[in-house]
């Protein structure tokens, strides 16, 4: 009867044992039940709460999961069994050119090269009339299988900002060039009339030799020569002008900084001598580039006229404009300096920015500088800065020698 009592014993000892295995598995298995609920849940949250589209993919390139988001801009679509019906990929969606550069990039390559190299892509849906640009990235997920995680995020926004911007820019070029253009055109004016005035006195001339009878052959040669030459002289100052705004000079050539100078400086000429302005030149200015020339003769024309607009109320001392250039490395550094009494040091670092100017109102539209400085920085790949120097100015153009 002992011995019946021991075995009954032992084996409700072990029951009670593996009814605590049973039971610490039980509580193991809740507690790992709730926490994988809570990830599930905070995952959900992320997944429904998240503006962009996502799609999951695995390395086969089957369509696996959408979410909410997804179904909110495609709405005519209850679950992915029903678009997977219709469709192959959302690239059928992207307007034409998208399309067929991302299914290009996407489907007749290895995704481990597009996730690499972490390339993103701006495509354009049309849907209902109203157009949305979203910037597509690839992620890959590496869990027990290997998955590719698509994002679509909507930039449109942003796309129409950019391009307002754009606009707005060019805008401001093209009021910078019309009054760089105007300027020019003055000078022209003014650089023309003393031949104009020198043909007006050859021609009073010849006419009163002509009435005292005394008009020789000599003198017809005298008056023929004379004319051509000055009527050449005008001439060679319109083609200048031409030359300066020529749409073959608006792409990328390679010329020297030289010769940027000096077409710049040719209407610069009777106006600085008006004003009392000297040129000097220092540096290695037959330093060749590759880059847009018109470009940088527009910033040297408008830098140029600043220093002559700032010395126009100096009466008393000779002032002089310093156009020194550097080479650095693969940089070229081009400082034009003046002695004209520099910039109220409150408002130099404004000087760039946009409808800025220290003129009044008729004199000045504030966007030369500006746009001087877009222009080093958009088309040359540099930088153009303004500091006070001694008694003037110097503006510090650096620029790529290749662009």
Known sequence: MSFSNEIIKREVTQFREITDIFNSLEFGCSKYKDRLERKNDYLDAILYGTVNIILLKDFDKNLLYLNRQFYNYFPDYKNITEFKKRHNSISEFFDSDDKEYIDAEYYHKNFDYIVADKIEHKVKITQNDKTTFF???????????????????????????????????????????????????????????????????????????????????????SFKEKSSSIIKRMSSTIDDFSNFFSPERKSKQRFSISDAIDSTTIFMGNPYLRNRIKLINKGQQDIEVLGYRSELEQVLLNL??????????????????????????????????????????????????????????SEGTGIGLYMSKMIIEKSMGGSLRLKNRDDGVVAIIEIRREV
């Not at 997920?141 to 449109?156: G, M, P, Q, R, W």
């Not at 104009?196 to 030799?209: D, E, P, T």
């Open 135 to 221: 910037k597509l990235t690839v992620s890959k997920s590496e869990l027990n299988k290997k998955y590719f995680v698509l994002i679509l995020a909507d930039i449109t926004k942003l796309e129409l900002e950019m391009k307002k911007n754009i606009l707005h820019e060019r805008m401001l070029q093209q009021q910078s060039k019309m009054a760089s253009m105007g300027e020019m055109i003055a000078n022209i004016a003014h650089q023309w009339r003393q031949p104009l005035n020198a043909l007006s006195v050859i021609n009073v001339f010849m006419h009163r030799k002509y009435e005292l009878d005394e008009l020789s052959k000599e003198d017809m040669d």
């Open 304 to 361: 140029f006229n600043n220093s002559r607009d700032a010395i126009k109320e100096q009466k008393e001392r000779q002032l002089i404009v310093t156009i020194d250039v550097v080479e650095i490395g693969d940089m070229v550094k081009i400082e034009i300096a003046d002695n004209a009494g520099g910039v109220d040091k409150k408002i130099i670092d404004r000087v760039c920015e946009p409808y800025f100017t220290t003129k009044f109102e």
